[in-house]
Every structure is written in C-alpha cells, then in structure tokens.
C-alpha cells in the first residue's frame, strides 16, 4: 500500500512541475564600464558585470594554479560582459564584490575567492561560479534563457 501511495504521490508531482525556458531581455545600454548590475531573473539572481580593459587582461592571463582552469574565452560570450549566477558553490548564498588580494568576488560566510571571470581562486568552494544559458541581440541586448516551473493547483 506504503509504494502505491508513493508512486502516486510522484507521478502528480511529476505532472505538476513542467520545467521550459523563458527568455528574459535585459539593456545594458546604461551599464557603464567597471559597473555591475544584480538581477532577478524568475527567482534566479544574475550578476551581471561590464569589465573594464584591466579585468579582462588579468582573467585572460590566470589560468596557472586554478582548480578549474576555464578559460575566459570558454566562459565568457564577449569579452567586455561577465554574465554569472553569483551563488557560492560551498555556501549556497549571493556573492559579494571585493577587491582585496586580486579576488573579484568573495561569499560572505565561506571567504570563497573568485576572480574576474568567475572562477575559483582560494577557499572551500570547489567550482567556478555557474554560467547561465544567454546570448546577445544586438549590441546592448542581453537574453536570459531562465528555466520556468509551471506548478499545477493541489487542493
């Protein structure tokens, strides 16, 4: 009975939750050089960061001594635009900008250090931060592809 119960019980909730993608626009025609922007992409927070010259030169050149050695050319669409999910992978919470010690990014609890294109440089968390799924439009338009959850009414 117990496994009828929880077969069942599944199936709805498999039924109820149908993931599909939403494209969210977002101008970045305001964002200046240096500037960073944090959005909520449909409960997702998304960092988004217009590099100036030197971030760019400096997350080209650190590969040597990363435990995940992306380079920023794999993880970045185009060269001046930083797009991440700003979530520590040890602590699961928003990430901070910082500049002490050469780090970009540090999580507020762990002391995770990332650098200019999102990657690991120094602390308990063990990955890059992750990439969302986007493209760009144009010149000054971003598109988020943003998974959205659909959940069925149960009484």
Request: charged letters at 20%.
């Amino acid at each position: 009975m117990k496994l009828a119960v929880a077969a069942a019980f599944g199936a709805l909730f498999d039924r109820a939750a149908v993931a599909a993608l939403n494209d969210l626009e977002v101008d970045l025609s305001e964002i200046h050089v240096g500037q960073q922007i944090l959005i909520n992409a449909n409960g997702i927070p998304v960092l988004i960061w217009r590099r100036p010259d030197d971030a760019i030169r400096r997350a080209k050149a650190i590969l040597a001594g990363l435990r995940h050695p992306e380079t920023d050319e794999v993880r970045i669409v185009r060269p001046e635009w930083l797009v991440v999910i700003p979530i520590c992978p040890h602590e699961r919470v928003i990430i901070q900008p910082n500049s002490v010690g050469g780090a970009t990014f540090c999580c507020p609890y762990c002391a995770s250090r990332f650098d200019e294109s999102g990657r690991i440089l120094q602390g308990p968390a063990e990955r890059n931060l992750s990439l969302p799924v986007y493209t760009f439009a144009g010149r000054s338009t971003l598109l988020l592809q943003i998974p959205v959850v659909e959940r069925a009414h149960v009484p």
